[in-house]
């Protein structure tokens, strides 16, 4: 009889120390999976690069309905502040559509001819003009599109005309409201 009371209490010792285990294991799971959350490049459609969320939307809009609904979602026309940035953003179009489709992004200077500014009111300071670009052509290009002639590079561009766009988000997109 005290055979079979310690057989017992020693399967009751393991089966606990088991579903200790199995709880602690979990616990570490969901504590890694939160921490994941925070490091994935992208969530819900949305990349990020540097700390801010970037979407490619393929649609064709003109510049001010491309910022316009960027703003209904709670993001501006991307701003671009370094040559990697400017290369993940590249990226970002290409593996959407194949190849370096013309986009646009929130560079203008509707306001002022050569005063150029970004649409989320970041410092414009890292530029990719390709040669000869800006030109305000026939005085009516204003607005930035990026992937622009062989280069890839930027050329201003008439507003009224229609691109797919990027849009920038400067918190998690899923954070929204």
């Not at 020693?10 to 925070?38: F, H, I, P, Y």
């Not at 009111?121 to 670009?133: A, I, K, M, N, V």
């Not at 050329?155 to 929204?176: H, N, Q, V």
Request: a neutral charge.
């Amino acid at each position: 009889m005290k055979i079979l009371a310690v057989c017992v209490l020693g399967c009751a010792v393991v089966v606990l120390v088991g579903a200790a285990a199995v709880e602690e294991e979990k616990a570490q799971n969901d504590q890694t999976e939160r921490s994941n959350l925070d490091k994935r490049t992208v969530v819900h459609g949305w990349t990020q690069i540097n700390g801010r969320y970037f979407r490619f939307f393929p649609t064709p809009r003109t510049w001010a309905q491309a910022e316009k609904y960027c703003q209904s979602i709670g993001a501006n026309l991307a701003s671009v502040h370094s040559a990697q940035e400017h290369k993940s953003l590249q990226k970002l179009i290409s593996q959407a559509t194949g190849y370096n489709k013309e986009a646009w992004i929130g560079g203008s200077d509707a306001e002022e001819r050569g005063a150029w500014f970004w649409s989320d009111g970041s410092s414009f300071q890292y530029t990719y003009w390709c040669g000869g670009e800006p030109n305000n052509s026939q005085g009516v290009q204003h607005c930035l599109q990026m992937n622009q002639g062989a280069s890839n590079c930027w050329g201003d561009f008439e507003c009224y005309g229609y691109r797919a766009s990027i849009c920038e988000m400067k918190r998690r997109p899923w954070l929204r409201g």
